[in-house]
């Protein structure tokens, strides 16, 4: 059974389980420029990025923003099973949320779905998903900052939902596109650092015609991490509907 998926009362106990519960930490040398410069406010609550497995197998990489807002994906090697964005909220060790979640596996069904958990600061969090659990690593690198022009290079790898390889291409100055360009698919965008000092990039770019892995005209927002080599990318429409999630390396 793929992880995150509906199920009423399962939901509801794993949920009420999590929350009452209480609640080291992996390094990345990633493609980023120097520590996190004086005067960027600290790390709080559950932030970060953390990188762990599901109960039932599946890898994971959740990004939690200062903002509260949170991405992830889940897959096993290069093909995206799903992809949620949503806000947490945490304090004292608790962590509680709601998230937009898309399955490929049924098709790119979206449902909504509560989640809650605990966490170490900087370390461990271990939250639940509806029934499914994940347990996850802080990745210390998010500390860092990063550069556009660390970007630059193409990516090969697939997107959530879609079953043909994609070569994404980033330009120093942060311009996004599919390699090669054609009138079957045309895919413009852009991608930088986000202000705060994060090893994380916002990403914008729309879709133009009638062989892309999203519908004819959609437009996408999200984040972008790098480690190392690989590019992650998670992206939804205004609409909730239409994510799209790629996995790629340079």
Same mark, same amino acid.
């Given at each position: 059974? $793929?992880?995150?998926?509906?199920?009423?009362?399962?939901? /509801? /106990?794993?949920?009420?389980?999590?929350?009452?519960?209480?609640?080291?930490?992996? #390094?990345? %040398?990633?493609?980023?420029?120097?520590?996190? $410069?004086?005067? *960027?406010?600290? *790390?709080?609550?559950? &932030?970060?990025?953390?990188?762990?497995?599901?109960?039932?197998?599946? %890898?994971?990489?959740?990004?939690?923003?200062?903002?509260? &807002?949170?991405?992830?994906?889940?897959?096993?090697? $290069?093909?995206?099973?799903?992809?949620?964005?949503?806000?947490?909220?945490?304090? %004292?060790?608790?962590?509680? =949320?709601?998230?937009?979640?898309? #399955?490929?596996?049924?098709?790119?069904?979206?449902?909504?779905?509560?989640?809650? =958990?605990?966490?170490?600061?900087?370390?461990?969090?271990?939250? @639940?998903?509806?029934? %499914?659990?994940?347990?996850?690593?802080?990745?210390?690198?998010? &500390?860092?900052?990063?550069?556009?022009?660390?970007?630059?290079?193409?990516?090969?790898?697939?997107?959530?939902?879609?079953?043909?390889?994609?070569? /994404?291409?980033?330009?120093? #100055? =942060?311009?996004?596109?599919?390699?090669?360009?054609?009138?079957?698919?045309?895919?413009?965008?852009?991608? =930088?650092?986000?202000?705060?000092?994060?090893?994380?990039?916002?990403?914008?770019?729309?879709?133009? @015609?009638?062989?892309?892995?999203? +519908?004819?005209?959609?437009?996408?927002?999200?984040?972008?991490? /790098?480690?190392?080599?690989?590019?992650?990318?998670?992206? *939804?429409? +205004?609409?909730?509907?239409? !994510? !799209?999630? !790629?996995? @790629?390396?340079?």
């Amino acid at each position: 059974m $793929p992880p995150f998926a509906y199920r009423r009362s399962a939901a /509801l /106990l794993a949920l009420a389980a999590l929350l009452t519960a209480c609640g080291g930490g992996s #390094d990345d %040398d990633d493609d980023v420029g120097p520590a996190t $410069p004086p005067g *960027v406010r600290p *790390v709080a609550g559950a &932030e970060g990025r953390w990188d762990g497995r599901t109960s039932t197998g599946y %890898d994971v990489l959740l990004t939690i923003l200062d903002t509260g &807002e949170t991405w992830g994906l889940y897959h096993t090697g $290069p093909i995206i099973h799903g992809a949620f964005h949503g806000t947490s909220g945490s304090s %004292d060790g608790q962590l509680r =949320g709601s998230a937009a979640m898309v #399955d490929y596996d049924k098709g790119g069904q979206v449902h909504s779905s509560l989640y809650g =958990g605990s966490y170490v600061p900087q370390r461990q969090l271990q939250a @639940g998903f509806v029934f %499914d659990v994940f347990n996850g690593s802080y990745v210390a690198a998010y &500390e860092r900052a990063v550069t556009t022009a660390a970007l630059a290079g193409s990516y090969t790898g697939y997107a959530g939902g879609w079953p043909h390889p994609l070569t /994404l291409t980033i330009t120093p #100055d =942060g311009g996004l596109g599919l390699t090669p360009a054609s009138t079957d698919c045309l895919v413009r965008g852009s991608i =930088g650092p986000r202000p705060g000092g994060r090893a994380v990039y916002d990403m914008r770019a729309s879709f133009t @015609g009638p062989n892309c892995p999203l +519908p004819h005209g959609a437009s996408v927002a999200g984040i972008a991490v /790098l480690d190392g080599p690989r590019l992650t990318i998670t992206s *939804v429409a +205004p609409s909730l509907v239409d !994510f !799209f999630a !790629f996995q @790629g390396h340079r």
